[in-house]
């Protein structure tokens, strides 16, 4: 019988919300923004932690990047991305010395670096742990869950597009979240159309197509909410969100 973990540097989070994708440049770190965004709006305190290692945007997206991360006696401070000190953020984009400098890493020290973001990040408490992964089912996500798993209840949001490609992509990861017994809370169709900021007429696929036949899959009837991401809530991050191009297929979020 393994031994229980030290809460440690998790002990006052809450729930923990890893956003996958079998699939690259569906939108999971936009995802991953806007849901911390929303729940900060709703007066949750946030965190995120990018463990997209060779691609870590979030910084960029909040524009906190170039901000330094300090230590303390339980270890890393997270960078604070508004005044509230309400949504906090760790990435290894604040730990580069240059912002163009690739990650070239074997998947050991990529493993270790996300085990030491898990246990070295002092947090404090949180009602949302966030966590925004790289596309795929690669060691970089057995290291998250196998990390993340024995501090708290997880829970998945897998992120698809519409297009044939990306959802039998998002199928095997749905396979991978059953396999590694991680539940799915949500899925998320991104990129469904686009709506006009003018004339508000929506172009493109027809909505649900991708998200509606996964959401079957996932055992239990998902609801459609396109109301996910709170409408204006982030203006400098997607003006057009506020008009919603995309469609939610979830169950409710914990409290």
């Excluded at 501090?151 to 490609?165: D, I, S």
């Excluded at 396979?175 to 929506?202: D, Q, W, Y």
Aim: glycine share 12%; proline share 8%; net charge positive.
């Amino acid at each position: 019988m393994e031994a229980a973990a030290e809460p440690g540097n998790l002990a006052g989070v809450r729930h923990i919300i890893l956003v996958l994708s079998g699939k690259g440049g569906v939108g999971k770190s936009t995802i991953s923004t806007e849901l911390a965004l929303a729940l900060r709006h709703t007066g949750k305190k946030v965190g995120l932690l990018d463990v997209d290692l060779c691609g870590p945007s979030i910084p960029r997206m909040l524009r906190v990047q170039g901000r330094a991360v300090h230590q303390c006696d339980r270890g890393w401070l997270p960078v604070f991305v508004d005044q509230e000190q309400g949504i906090s953020l760790m990435s290894v984009g604040f730990l580069l010395e240059k912002p163009d400098e690739a990650v070239v890493w074997r998947g050991p020290k990529k493993n270790a670096l996300i085990k030491q973001f898990v246990s070295d990040v002092a947090w404090g408490p949180l009602d949302y742990l966030v966590v925004d992964t790289p596309p795929g089912t690669s060691d970089e996500h057995m290291a998250a869950v196998d990390a993340l798993r024995p501090y708290g209840p997880l829970g998945a949001l897998v992120v698809t597009t519409p297009q044939a490609v990306s959802v039998g992509d998002v199928r095997r990861e749905l396979t991978f979240c059953r396999k590694v017994g991680l539940r799915v809370i949500g899925l998320v169709e991104n990129m469904s159309g686009f709506v006009c900021p003018h004339c508000a007429v929506s172009r493109g696929r027809p909505r649900g197509a991708g998200g509606q036949p996964l959401s079957s899959r996932v055992g239990r009837g998902l609801e459609v909410d396109p109301h996910l991401c709170v409408p204006g809530v982030h203006p400098r991050l997607l003006p057009g969100r506020r008009r919603g191009a995309g469609q939610t297929h979830r169950s409710a979020l914990p409290g």
